[in-house]
Antibody, heavy 114, light 108 residues
Framework: EVQLVESGGGLVQPGGSLRLSCAAS????????MSWVRQVPGKGLEWVAN????????SYMDSVKGRFTISRDNAKNSLYLQMNSLRAEDTAVYFC?????????WGQGTLVTV | EIVLTQSPGTLSLSPGERATLSCRAS???????LAWYQQKPGQAPRLLIY???SRATGIPDSFSGSGSGTDFTLTISRLEPEDFAVYYC?????????FGGGTKVEIK
């Protein structure tokens, strides 16, 4: 069974930084693209970033380019999102998801409040 | 960026009824790369349909997807109590990936 567990969310001041982590289990993590998707509570879904299996390719939504960095550690079955220069509009629940385009498994999310 | 517009915003139906949800794209979705997700309150989304019409693993055949180009439809043939939720479409034919605003299917 696919299990994705996010951590690292919390309250941060505008301009601050946070690093989100996602621990994966139940599947061969190194074989999958991975993504981050966010959702303002009560609102819709918004794709944030994705990363190729070996980390050699990444993509970002325009509003986070240059501020957020997605990375992974296949030895630790872990996905990360380094968020710098945070803004109020980054406030959301951040989900880790398996897949780069079709998202076949999701974590429960971690709340980031700026 | 492709904008996806879902309608209606809310669908009020009774268990056993048929639900028809629409997703319209601002431009043609390449190769019909359109997915549908279900989200229940307090839960993560779950993949239902990909490639416009292919059911994901474990999804009952009461869920079906259709459409091409700019117009797509998710149909739930007979609503079960657990089907009342919010449904999102998502296109992955071009970057950035985008989601529709969602359709809430509520109990009438």
């Amino acid at each position: 069974e696919v299990q994705l567990v996010e951590s690292g969310g919390g309250l941060v001041q505008p301009g601050g930084s946070l690093r989100l982590s996602c621990a994966a289990s139940g599947f061969m993590f190194s074989s999958y693209w991975m993504s981050w998707v966010r959702q303002v509570p009560g609102k819709g879904l918004e794709w944030v970033a994705n990363i190729k299996q070996n980390g050699s390719e990444t993509s970002y939504m325009d509003s986070v380019k240059g501020r957020f960095t997605i990375s992974r550690d296949n030895a630790k079955n872990s996905l990360y999102l380094q968020m710098n220069s945070l803004r109020a509009e980054d406030t959301a629940v951040y989900f880790c998801a398996r897949g780069g385009v079709v998202l076949t498994g999701w974590g429960q999310g971690t709340l980031v409040t700026v | 960026e492709i904008v996806l517009t879902q309608s209606p915003g809310t669908l009020s139906l009774s268990p056993g009824e048929r639900a028809t949800l629409s997703c319209r794209a601002s431009q043609s979705v390449s190769s019909n790369y359109l997915a549908w997700y279900q989200q229940k309150p307090g839960q993560a989304p779950r993949l239902l349909i990909y490639g416009a019409s292919s059911r994901a693993t474990g999804i009952p055949d009461s869920f079906s997807g259709s459409g091409s180009g700019t117009d797509f439809t998710l149909t739930i043939s007979r609503l079960e109590p657990e089907d009342f939720a919010v449904y999102y479409c998502q296109q992955y034919g071009s970057s950035p990936l985008t989601f529709g605003g969602g359709t809430k299917v509520e109990i009438k």
